[in-house]
């Protein structure tokens, strides 16, 4: 019987079961414009308190594709438990950090968004070779999840990465924030280097195919071109 009700089950299933638990919180600040210098000098001259209590994957300012004066981090954790420990116990309770940033410089932000997302099942967090610049592409797909559109997207990933035309940092799909919605990471040595891969790649008939298969699911797509911080782990 209780096999009978997992085949039920697994039918309805949007996607492969999420067996790893750890998950990456991605922070957007909009920040004022007077401010942002000031803000990321006291990010750099504090982030250390905050990077105590849990890991820091990445810390950019968005250079092209949105707003500016905006900047976007990624905080590992091993899983809810865990972001709690960390949020609501110890850096609430940590008066070095609360008093020496977080106080002074909360005001600088007028607005900030949080997403909590998973590293696709086929994908793993790869670290760039050296330091570089970094594009965050944003692909709102259809309702359905990855049982309707997630192979199609894979294949189109995949034919940049394997045919070399682009360095995939990782790749994530949203838990908490807009369902549906896939964030890709990529690495670039330069911005030069980016354009001339991505022409380039709009010229291959195998990426092309590829990305053509997998169009059909999206709805819209933002692509947002990061400069890492001198404090970013990922550079």
Known sequence: ME??????????????RQYDRT??????????????NEF?????????????HS????????EFGGRMNKVFHIWKYDNFAHRSQVRGEAVAKDKEWQEK??????AHIYKQEIEITYLVPWCKLEKPPKEGVYELV????????????????????????DL????????????YGALNRVHVLWWHESADSRAA?????????????????????????????????SYSPLK
């Open 23 to 36: 998950f990456y919180e991605f922070r957007t600040y909009c920040l004022k414009p007077s401010k942002m």
């Open 55 to 62: 890991e820091l994957i990445g810390f950019w300012t968005v």
């Open 164 to 175: 070399g035309y682009s360095k995939l940092v990782g790749v994530f799909h949203t838990e």
């Open 101 to 106: 940033f977080l106080i002074p410089n909360l």
């Open 138 to 161: 944003i692909f709102q797909m259809k309702p359905g999840g990855p049982a309707l559109w997630g192979d199609a997207f894979k294949r189109a990933v995949n034919a940049h990465v």
């Open 197 to 229: 891969g991505r022409h380039q790649s709009h010229e291959d008939p195998r990426v092309v195919a590829a990305v053509r298969e997998s169009v059909n699911y999206l709805v819209s797509q933002q692509n947002m071109f990061l400069i890492p911080t």
């Open 40 to 52: 990321l000098e006291e990010v750099k001259k504090n982030i250390h308190l905050r990077t105590a």
């Open 3 to 16: 096999y009978g009700l997992n085949k039920v089950c697994s039918s309805f299933a949007t996607g492969p």
